[in-house]
């Protein structure tokens, strides 16, 4: 069976910037790439299909593949945690600036 590395590499090269992105927290590129997930898995796919791949490889990047959706999964849940919150407390500092607005105009002279 002859490898054939091309699909790997760029299989590989998506995982790396995929964690890249999830490391810097670059959600934007995150969408992005995620969007390449499918078109550079499905070449990889084809060549295991043809036999011009070996099970073993194309079976470990796929588990990096999955155990990288899992964490950014993870880190996206956190980050969408961490933004909820934030806005509580913009929220909250809103509604404390119109008590003090309203308590301080109506003061009597």
């Given at each position: 069976m002859t490898e054939a590395p091309n699909g790997l590499q760029s299989l590989d090269q998506l995982i790396e910037s995929l964690d890249q992105a999830l490391t810097d927290k670059d959600w934007d590129r995150l969408s992005e790439l995620n969007l390449q997930v499918k078109t550079t898995v499905a070449p990889v796919m084809?060549?295991?299909?043809?036999?011009?791949?070996?099970?073993e490889p194309v079976r470990e990047r796929l588990e990096r593949l999955q155990a990288f959706c899992d964490e950014a999964s993870a880190g996206a849940t956190e980050a969408r945690k961490e933004a909820e919150q934030a806005l509580k407390g913009v929220n909250r500092?809103?509604?404390?600036?119109?008590?003090?607005?309203?308590?301080?105009?109506?003061?009597?002279?």
């Open positions: 084809a060549q295991l299909e043809a036999g011009e791949l070996s099970v500092n809103r509604n404390a600036a119109r008590a003090y607005q309203n308590v301080s105009g109506n003061r009597p002279k």
